[in-house]
């Protein structure tokens, strides 16, 4: 055990929120398994491991797991504050932060919800959704591609799919936004306390949402979720609001950012978007490579059941480990000339939705999705301006607050 360990990673640093890329690249060929530290959000540090074939073995790897709370004394955790509670309570029941069994009971009674027949039969209602997106940009003069398009559709579109009426669309996004602040690594008390008044609100508008499905039963993400059940029995009452929150937030943050940092890459790479325009390479193909090359979810985070030793590093049991989804994907050991954009590789094996048991159970719809979205645009943008761009502040996800282009 390297002990005092030296920080070999900083990912709040300025520099590296702008462009992880070449931080990742020393760190794969020098580092392969770094201490990464953010004093200044007062987590103690965590292990970054950033080589392909470490990441998609740790992410499947037991021995790693979510819940911190299995290996940790009571002790280790701060007492949470009364207001803060509602946050947490949201959280507590997500399949993303459980360990098996529950997360194989709770992944189970989901997978009717996310099965390729029941996402091939939201595609119209979809493209409806990104039709009316795509008339809310102004024909001429710069516009904000992440406010006036990405982020309401991106919400817009799971919100209807879970039931929400549209005349409640902007209520919920307005709840998903705060929530969100909330939920980052980089979080104030003032952002936790008011996520948390939000979460409160959005789980008990769910909880009345489901009641009005269970009346009356309709063709959507809500009632399938309701219907479902495994062999042990139904969902509980919370794991119900709580999978309706989860979807919510896993699907629309990722989808956004997703847009937003494929159209700066093909602005940057002008050829790669004329073979997108003109139809040399398919959306299909177009997402899958911008999904590797600038990963909206750049860290999944695990924490050390026990001690492990770990490509050669010696991980304490309840540390914390962050395996490097965008790292992994710009390796060169897994992926030819891996720094450049190339809509139609060949190798395309990227983990930008994860791997193991957590692996992403809303990726047919986010890629179904991202493809409508790209081969939207494509058809209605010539050329794409990039007139300015200003960066989210987090390390676990990277993507676009405000992405201005003129395509006019
Ligand atoms: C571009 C879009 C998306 C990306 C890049 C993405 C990425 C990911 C990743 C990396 C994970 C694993 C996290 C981990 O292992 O810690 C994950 C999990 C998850 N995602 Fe997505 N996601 C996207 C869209 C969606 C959508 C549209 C939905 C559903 C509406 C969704 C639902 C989920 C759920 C439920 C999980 C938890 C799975 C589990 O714990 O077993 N995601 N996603």
Not at 269 to 294: Q, S
Not at 304 to 328: H, M, N, P, S
Not at 383 to 403: A, F, P
Request: hydrophobic letters at 45%; glycine letters at 6%.
């Amino acid at each position: 055990m390297p002990e005092p360990r030296r920080t070999q990673f900083r990912p709040l640093d300025p520099e590296f929120l702008e462009d992880p890329y070449p931080t990742y690249a020393r760190l794969r060929d020098h580092h392969p398994v770094a201490w990464g530290s953010t004093p200044a959000i007062g987590y103690a540090g965590f292990w970054f491991v950033s080589r392909y074939v470490d990441v998609s073995a740790g992410l499947k790897d037991n021995r790693f797991g979510r819940e911190i709370t299995r290996v940790l004394p009571e002790e280790a955790f701060p007492p949470v504050p009364d207001e803060d509670r509602p946050l947490y309570a949201m959280l507590a029941d997500w399949m993303l932060f459980k360990d098996p069994p529950t997360h194989a009971r709770l992944r189970r009674i989901a997978a009717p919800v996310f099965s390729l027949r029941a996402v091939m039969a939201m595609r119209p209602r979809i493209e409806a959704l990104i039709a009316a997106a795509l008339a809310q940009i102004p024909r001429e003069g710069p516009f904000d591609i992440v406010s006036d398009f990405s982020s309401p559709l991106s919400i817009d579109i799971v919100a209807d799919l879970m039931g929400v009426p549209e005349e409640d669309h902007p209520l919920v996004r307005g709840w998903v936004r705060e929530i969100t602040l909330s939920l980052d690594l980089v979080r104030t008390p003032e952002r936790i306390r008011a996520g948390s008044r939000r979460a409160g609100e959005l789980v008990a508008y769910f909880a009345t949402l489901a009641d009005a499905h269970r009346q009356e039963p309709r063709d959507n993400l809500m009632s399938l979720l309701l219907s479902a059940h495994d062999e042990g029995g139904f969902l509980s009452r919370e794991e119900l609001l709580a999978s309706c929150v989860l979807f919510l937030f896993a699907g629309h943050e990722a989808s956004s950012l997703l847009i937003g940092n494929g159209l700066l890459a093909l602005a940057q790479h002008p050829e790669e978007w004329r073979r997108l325009r003109l139809g040399e390479v398919g959306a299909k193909a177009a997402v899958t490579e911008l999904l590797r090359y600038d990963s909206p979810q750049q860290i999944a985070f695990r924490h050390a059941l026990c001690d492990v030793d770990f490509a050669g590093t010696a991980i304490r049991k309840g540390q914390t480990v962050g395996f490097g989804l965008a790292a992994a994907n710009r390796d060169p050991r897994a992926f030819p000339d891996a720094e450049r954009l190339d809509l139609d590789r060949e190798e395309t094996r990227h983990l930008a939705f994860g791997a193991g048991i957590h692996t992403c159970a809303g990726s047919s719809l986010a890629q179904l999705e991202a493809e409508l979205v790209f081969g939207a645009l494509a058809e209605r943008f010539t050329d794409l301006k990039v007139v300015g761009h200003e960066r989210q502040e987090s390390i676990l996800v990277r993507g676009l607050t405000r992405l201005v282009l003129d395509c006019g």
